[in-house]
């Protein structure tokens, strides 16, 4: 059984849930505690989560275990584009947003760590305003189609989606967690963004994680 060390909450481990779930591949978790990273050593040679273990192979960093899935559970149903332009595309789209977005999320993120009387939640506020450019050519994309590369869902859209999730707390998320509450009270994509807010929704749906044993 394939076995996932992670944070839950992390969205580098949401996207590798997603994929798996999508694939239906069946899988375990192991929470990972911060204050402990060996089991991550032990596995995979690396402090930081997500990691898989499949069988004797063991993969670390998110994308590169998306990669791993596609090319190696060919099976199941798939999350690689077809042609390589689409591959082209959905590059360009990814590097692209992320490149607008990393600054604004990563402050947005900052605040959200800090201790909670610390916390600057106008500040968080006023980047959600800067999410509404950093997002135009991906609303425009997503006017268009339901996912980044048209009728099928790619690994693009988990990349990108789980990107935006500061910007899209959930409540589960937001129960367990202060940091989480916070972001999805202070942090959301502009109502404009109507595309952009139905895809991420429609991409997160796919994160449903077994049951812990
Ligand atoms: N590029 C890596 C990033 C991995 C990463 O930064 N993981 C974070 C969680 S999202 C982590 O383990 N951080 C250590 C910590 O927060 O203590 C990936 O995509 O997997």
Same mark, same amino acid.
């Given at each position: 059984m394939l076995r996932l060390l992670e944070f839950h909450r992390s969205p580098n481990c949401v996207k590798v849930r997603i994929a798996l779930s999508y694939k239906g591949l069946p899988f375990e978790m192991e929470e990972i505690s911060s204050a402990d990273?060996?089991?991550?050593? /032990?596995?995979? %040679?690396?402090?930081?989560v997500p990691v898989l273990i499949d069988g004797e192979v063991r993969m670390r960093e998110s994308e590169a275990i998306l990669h791993y899935l596609e090319s190696n559970h060919r099976d199941a149903p798939s999350l690689t584009p077809d042609r390589i332009e689409e591959i082209r595309r959905g590059d360009a789209l990814r590097d692209e947003t992320q490149a607008r977005l990393r600054p604004i999320l990563r402050a947005a993120f900052n605040e959200a760590m800090k201790p909670e009387? %610390? +916390?600057?939640?106008?500040a968080v506020q006023r980047l959600g305003a800067a999410l509404e450019p950093a997002l135009g050519p991906l609303e425009r994309v997503l006017a268009a189609s339901p996912f980044l590369l048209g009728e099928r869902m790619s690994t693009y859209d988990v990349v990108l989606a789980c990107t935006l999730m500061p910007? +899209?707390?959930?409540?589960?998320?937001?129960?367990?967690?202060?940091?989480?509450?916070?972001?999805?009270?202070? $942090?959301s994509l502009p109502e404009s963004m109507g595309?952009? /807010?139905?895809?991420?929704?429609?991409? $997160?749906?796919?994160?449903?994680?077994?049951? /812990?044993?």
């Open positions: 990273r060996s089991p991550l050593l /032990r596995a995979a %040679n690396w402090p930081l009387p %610390n +916390r600057d939640a106008s910007a +899209r707390a959930s409540d589960e998320f937001a129960r367990q967690s202060p940091m989480w509450a916070f972001l999805r009270d202070n $942090l595309g952009v /807010r139905g895809w991420v929704d429609r991409v $997160l749906e796919h994160d449903v994680p077994p049951a /812990r044993a």
